[in-house]
């Protein structure tokens, strides 16, 4: 697993990173069945127990996302995207040659593009994907993903 390194004011320590996916980001901000878990794994980073990193192509899902499930709702999507991005969320580019390596992994597994980033992603860093994304879980096989149930909070 992916480690950071914090300085506290108890010194140097490190802390275990993940790759959260829009599923998970999405039910901190919405109504979803995980959402007191997402907000509980949301509040884990602020308190820089865990490290939270996205792909920089999240925040276009995530804002297409809002788009459509709050149609017509200007005000709530933009307050939306605010919390996010005002949420403990570190964005890592993807360059040309990882979207090579996300192409063949979204054709061979079957996934969205989308999809397929967070998980070349978690791979690249040796950590995991926590998604509530059933068919993302599948394609990852349980080495580079986690469902929020399945890390315990």
Do not use: H
């Amino acid at each position: 697993m992916s480690k950071i390194w914090r300085i506290r004011e108890s010194g140097l320590r490190y802390a275990p990173v993940f790759v959260v996916d829009s599923s998970v980001a999405l039910a901190t901000v919405l109504p979803e069945s995980r959402s007191v878990e997402a907000r509980q794994l949301f509040r884990r980073a602020e308190k820089e127990e865990i490290g939270l990193v996205v792909p920089d192509l999240f925040w276009y899902e995530v804002a297409n996302a809002l788009r459509y499930r709050l149609a017509g709702q200007r005000e709530e999507v933009a307050v939306d995207l605010r919390l996010l991005a005002e949420a403990p969320l570190a964005t890592f580019p993807l360059d040309p040659v990882d979207m090579a390596s996300v192409a063949d992994t979204a054709l061979a597994e079957d996934l969205t593009v989308y999809d397929a980033a967070y998980l070349v992603m978690a791979q690249q860093m040796g950590s995991s994907v926590i998604t509530e994304d059933q068919k993302l879980l599948t394609a990852a096989g349980g080495r580079f993903s986690r469902s929020l149930r399945e890390i315990g909070l």
